[in-house]
């Protein structure tokens, strides 16, 4: 056994036999910044870190030859001129639909000291779910009650796109875009409403076309405030 150790995107990465070793269960687990001691930045920035996970390690040749053998295996002919590329093209889009950077995010001073909530709201996103991989997609409103800094305002879309560009549940997906808003800005409070259409229950199974799901998360040491809650889902006009 070979091991070696080095850092991709400030994250360290172990690799065994070549083969990268993530902290799936550290990605998976939703982290609650008010669970944890407030002892400043520190625990915000590892709490920010450890919801952004490693770097995927992608080997775009292996997935090809296994999805090949996954549509062979449920009777596809590949040698049909029509689905001679479906292989290629199908790692492709899967491997697009991974393909998520942590956003470098640009903060101002909040010399005015602003003091009401930040809301971005119905930002579209995708994603596919975890049990699946089937796509669901819908919008995202996501807020924050600003500390010292301000976000610039496309990064709250930036967030989004990261979070999404992995296999998620939506509730996770919620949780961990509350989490990592919280951490990452040190923001006494901050908020996502999600409302989404899941393929998988719409094309498949109940087929319950044109069901909404919609989920909500709150994080931050004021994330209990009744009145910023309320405000919050006032602002998104989402139903919950
Ligand atoms: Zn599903």
């Not at 409103?141 to 010292?148: I, R, T």
Request: charged share 20%.
């Amino acid at each position: 056994m070979t091991a070696t150790h080095h850092e991709k995107n400030g994250h360290p990465v172990t690799h065994i036999n070549g083969h990268a070793v993530s902290h799936l269960s550290a990605r998976a687990t939703a982290l609650r910044p008010t669970d944890l001691p407030l002892n400043g930045a520190a625990t915000s920035a590892s709490v920010a870190e450890q919801i952004a996970g490693d770097a995927p390690q992608v080997d775009l040749q292996a997935a090809q030859r296994a999805a090949a053998a996954f549509l062979q295996a449920l009777g596809l002919d590949l040698q049909n001129e029509e689905l001679r590329e479906t292989p290629a093209r199908m790692t492709q889009a899967f491997a697009e639909l991974f393909d998520g950077h942590p956003p470098r995010l640009t903060t101002f001073p909040n010399d005015e000291g602003y003091d009401e909530l930040v809301l971005a709201r119905a930002i579209p996103f995708r994603t596919v779910c975890e049990h699946h991989l089937l796509p669901f997609s819908g919008v995202a409103h996501v807020a924050y009650l600003p500390g010292e800094r301000l976000l610039g305002l496309s990064k709250l879309a930036r967030i989004v796109e990261f979070l999404a560009a992995r296999p998620q549940t939506q509730e996770r997906l919620t949780r961990q875009l509350a989490d990592y808003l919280a951490a990452e800005l040190t923001a006494p409070w901050a908020g996502a409403v999600l409302e989404a259409e899941h393929t998988c229950m719409t094309l498949r199974g109940v087929r319950a076309q044109g069901s909404k799901t919609v989920t909500t998360a709150l994080a931050g040491p004021l994330r209990a405030d009744p009145q910023h809650r309320a405000e919050f889902l006032a602002m998104t006009g989402a139903q919950s």
